[in-house]
């Protein structure tokens, strides 16, 4: 029976590998996510079905119950949420996953009494599944508004350091002089809790999606050293495979960005830069237009490029945009779609959200490969997004975006952009573009601007 | 000393699929397009799910009458479930749309 499960175990750790590979082409992505949860599934069944040792029914009847609540939420949440809200739902799922790895550590603490080694792994279990659950908690109020500033306690890089500093050498000092006391280990828990927040909090909402993979692959980490203590060949392969392409993952967006990790976590959008961010004036005037003038616009134009952008997806606009592309497309416009890698709230977010709509796969093009496009355009329509399209990341070096690579925009001939108002982005700085001579601001909440835009087009 | 030259001894084969495992998942990611950044993280976040089979194998370790194990291991199980059952289905509603269309 051993044997058995450990080639379920075998065929477990391979399916994951093969999962993480075929989910980085658009092809097989989906099979690739299948794959790997068939082989959750039967690590899962493995685990329970072949255990060595005689277990009474009521434990496995628990393990049941826990299975079975566990299954219906996750399932039901996950299906009935809106794809906006996807990135909150990583995080929480991922939070999830560090406390269960946490209460792990809690509970074996008392059992390794002895073993120094396996005391270290719990001990780092724990902190590192704490810090992944109570930081995921942070992120997730983050992205859906509840914890809208960035807070900063003063110094706070410093404070978190020693902080830090202070909780591994508390833990080291647990470990070293072998003391089993439950009040100890439950103080590291709520100290791991409380430095998972500070370290969260003062990064700002924009960054999250970075936060979020960041803290996904320590919940790898702490899966893995789970594995470590147990021997659980599964726990480990999954675990170190999430801890590597997690962080790997957490680089690449960073590169999307532009920014370095550090600068990340440790705050360029800090607050000494918020505050001299406003040494730079903008100046000039907004042109506001209408529906009606926008439409004759788009109506003699030849080429269009869309740049949508969050707000196109809090207004739930999807599906008008994809009409407006339609329309145009009939009347002869060739129309593309130019994706931020950061457009949304998370890389290729916007893609999921407008793939939603039936936006054919080819009109989403990359930023790399639309910037050159910009100049030979008639029209650049920017709907609900604002940082992006934002030339002081190229010609600012007092912003806090500059270096940030953008769509250039300002290249087109006519620019128009729909916003609510003129609040500034998710990064809370101006943006000179909206001043440009050369554009348009067309007011109102997404849907609405566009459901006249697109009847307004419908009589030419 | 002696017991971490012990450890790496009675380790090696962990020790060895750490490593391998570390390169692998680099080189898995490599060459990721940003359009699928997303669905891969969430992917990936299914995947650390597996320490819901760690969560399982302390209950079933876990002595019958030990109320306060059992009933962190029940917690632990069921969140551990979230993050495994939540993942999975969630990356699959994001890829299907990628799909639907050709």
Redesign the interface.
């Known amino acids: 029976m051993d044997f058995i499960l450990t080639l379920i175990y075998l065929i477990a750790s391979i399916t ?2 093969l ?3 075929m ?4 092809k097989t ?2 099979r ?3 794959i ?2 068939f082989g ?1 599934g039967i ?2 069944i493995g ?2 079905f072949i ?1 060595p ?1 005689e ?2 029914m ?2 496995y009847t ?2 049941g ?3 079975l ?3 219906v ?3 039901l ?3 009935k ?1 809106a ?1 906006t809200k ?2 909150e ?2 995080s ?3 939070g ?2 560090g ?3 946490a ?2 550590a ?3 603490f008392h059992h390794y009494q002895g073993q ?2 396996s005391i270290v792994t719990i001990l780092a279990g724990l902190i590192i599944g704490s810090v992944s659950f109570s930081g995921s908690m942070i992120a997730w109020g983050k992205l859906n508004g509840t914890l809208k500033k960035p807070i900063r306690i003063p110094k706070y890089n410093i404070i978190n350091n020693l902080f830090f500093i202070a909780l591994v050498a508390f833990a080291g000092f647990i470990a070293y002089q072998g003391i089993d006391s439950q009040l100890y280990l439950y103080v590291l828990f709520v100290g791991a809790l409380a430095y998972g927040i500070l370290f969260v909090l003062p990064i700002g909402g924009a960054d999250m999606p970075v936060v ?2 960041l803290l ?2 320590f ?2 980490l ?3 050293l ?24 957490t680089f ?2 960073c590169d ?1 960005m532009n920014r370095s990790l550090s600068s990340v976590i440790f705050g360029a959008f800090g607050a000494g830069t918020i505050s001299n961010e406003s040494s730079r004036e903008i100046k000039g005037n907004i042109t506001e237009t209408t529906p009606s003038d926008v439409a004759i616009l788009m109506n003699y134009a030849n080429k269009v490029i869309i740049v949508p952008g969050y707000g196109l997806a809090v207004a739930q606009a999807q599906h008008i945009i994809h009409e407006l592309e339609e329309l145009l497309v009939k009347k002869g416009v060739e129309v593309k779609y130019a ?1 931020h ?1 950061v457009a949304g709230r ?4 916007m ?2 959200l407008l ?2 709509t ?4 080819d009109r ?1 093009i ?1 930023m790399e490969d639309v910037n050159p496009e910009f100049p030979n355009t008639d029209v650049v329509f920017v709907v609900g997004a604002n940082d992006v399209v934002n030339p002081a990341a190229h010609n600012d070096p007092s912003s806090p975006i500059y270096g940030m690579p953008i769509l250039e925009a300002e290249n087109a001939k006519y620019i128009v952009v729909n916003k609510r108002s003129m609040k500034p982005g998710y990064a809370g700085i101006e943006n000179e573009l909206f001043y440009n001579q050369k554009t348009s601001m067309l007011f109102g909440d997404a849907k609405d601007a566009l459901g006249k835009l697109v009847a307004e087009l419908k009589n030419m | 000393m002696t017991e971490i030259i012990e450890f790496i001894t009675e380790h090696l084969q962990m020790i060895y699929i750490v490593i391998l495992m570390i390169f692998v998942g680099v080189e898995i990611i490599g060459h990721v397009p940003a359009v699928l950044h997303t669905p891969l993280m969430s992917g990936a976040n299914a995947i650390h799910g597996v320490v819901v089979i760690g969560a399982i194998l302390v209950m079933l370790g876990s002595e019958p009458d030990n109320i306060l194990a059992l009933s962190l291991g029940f917690v632990a199980v069921l969140l551990g479930t979230l993050n495994v059952v939540g993942g999975f289905v969630v990356t699959d509603r994001m890829l299907e749309m990628f799909k639907k269309k050709k």
């Open positions: 994951y590998i999962g993480l590979k989910l980085g082409h658009p992505a989906r690739g996510n299948l790997a949860a959750m690590a899962i685990t329970i255990y040792k277990v009474p009521h434990i628990l393990i119950i826990a299975i609540i566990g299954t939420i996750g399932w949440v996950a299906k949420v794809m996807m990135p739902l990583v929480i799922f991922n999830m996953g406390a269960s790895a209460l792990i809690l509970i074996e120094t080694l979020i993979s996904n692959s919940t790898g702490a899966a893995a789970g594995g470590f203590l147990y021997g659980n060949m599964v726990m480990l392969t999954g675990g170190i495979l999430v801890g590597s392409a997690g962080t790997i993952l690449a967006m999307a994706i890698p998370m890389p290729g977010h893609n999921v793939a939603e039936n936006v054919s796969y989403l990359e």
